[in-house]
């Protein structure tokens, strides 16, 4: 039986399974590669993935995104209060103490866990896997994040479980990407040479991971690991969401956080101009038809401006990375590449802060999206890390 890997990510998933002596990441039944980490309920069923995202904004309230960072958190957790009053949609504590999601489902309200909710996306997944591989999946290899806790963790476990899958290991994220980068060099030193350092940079939506790992042929060893769990793609997001709030207030007198399909409309904008910016410097528009009282609105945002109003959290990329070389006693003259990974590592300020603390050009020979996936679906070996 197959072992598949999944990369459980807060925006999106990925599968990934090892068949004809390679790693190939699946295709959900859309023909796409990403699944959305999304879950909405009606009425009279619940969609996930693509069918979930797309009913984002007309059933807001029932529609859950970026529960990930809830795994293993009490509802008391000032982590959690503090988001509280950010999310479109409700949650409660559980009898257990922990965080519930409160939907309307078959027009009843339910408060489903965090592990229920992983389980139903995991079971899309398993299903994506199954119809790649024309034969039921059971064991598997799931990502988390390098900085989860072991209530965190024992929470994704749990989840998988639901789910009817079978656990063999829980992979840090890092570990994953590093084992889809060496597995497959040919050039790497022999095992009594010195061995070669990377260092591994992963800007996701939601977290920022960093590792430094020794390579030798056949071996793979992590020095060191350093993490900023509340830096990511979507903090981007929040700061044009934040800009644009404030514009349309004095432009056009509409309060926007009071209503939250507006709110959910405006985000989808804010994370297409991020990624536009990427790749132009030019004066982007931003353009919503009827978004509020039937008003259209419109602004416009430079990636010069961007950068300005994002320095804060530009700020904050270097401070990991000092980590690294400070917990491994490595100069940076000693590192052979740095790889980059994850969504957010495409915005052009975070590359060039990297590739400045360094003072080297950074190496994108991994698939930024798929690379964890991959690693997953490679790491076959039953246990579980703690």
């Known amino acids: 039986m197959s072992v598949v890997g999944f990369d459980v990510g807060f925006m999106n998933c990925y599968v990934a399974v090892a068949r004809a002596g390679g790693i190939e990441t699946v295709a959900n039944e859309y023909s796409d590669r990403s699944t959305p980490a999304c879950v909405s309920f009606g009425a009279r069923n619940r969609s996930i993935g693509a069918a979930a995202k797309s009913q984002v904004v007309t059933n807001c309230k029932n529609t859950v995104q970026g529960f990930k960072r809830f795994h293993g958190r009490a509802f008391s957790d000032p982590f959690v209060q503090r988001l509280k009053n950010s999310l479109v949609y409700d949650i409660a504590q559980m009898p257990s103490g922990t965080t519930g999601i409160k939907v309307m489902y078959l027009e009843e309200e339910k408060v489903f866990s965090i592990e229920q909710v992983t389980a139903m996306l995991l079971t899309k997944l398993k299903e994506t896997a199954e119809s790649a591989l024309k034969k039921p999946v059971a064991d598997c290899v799931v990502s988390v ?63 920022y991971q960093t590792s430094v790992c020794a390579f030798n042929k056949g071996k793979l060893k992590i020095l060191s690991t350093a993490s900023d769990p509340e830096l990511g793609g979507k903090d981007f997001d929040e700061a ?82 000092q980590s690294l070389l400070e917990n491994t006693k490595l100069k940076k003259e000693d590192i052979y590449a740095v790889e980059i990974v994850g969504g957010a590592s495409r915005i052009p300020a975070v590359k060039e802060r990297i590739s400045k603390f360094f003072g080297k050009e950074l190496s994108t020979t991994l698939n930024a999206d798929e690379a964890v996936a991959r690693g997953c679906a490679l790491q076959t070996k039953p246990r579980v890390t703690c």
Do not use: W
Request: net charge negative; glycine share 4%.
């Open 145 to 207: 994040p390098s900085y989860y806790s072991d209530a965190e963790r024992r929470s994704v476990l749990d989840a998988a479980q639901i789910a009817g899958l079978n656990c063999l290991r829980l992979m840090n994220e890092t570990t994953a990407v590093a084992l889809a980068y060496g597995i497959y060099k040919q050039d790497l030193p022999a095992p009594e040479e010195k061995a070669r350092n990377v260092v591994f940079v992963d800007v996701g939506h939601s977290g």
């Open 240 to 321: 044009l969401v934040k800009h644009f709030c404030e514009e349309f207030g004095n432009k056009y007198k509409l309060d926007v956080k009071s209503k939250p399909r507006a709110l959910v409309r405006l985000y989808q904008e804010c994370e297409k101009l991020k990624k536009l910016m990427s790749a132009n410097s030019s004066d982007l528009p931003l353009n919503i038809e009827c978004f509020m009282n039937d008003i259209d609105v419109s602004g416009k945002m430079n990636r010069g401006q961007f950068e300005d109003m994002c320095a804060d959290l530009l700020a904050r990329v270097e401070a990991p990375l």
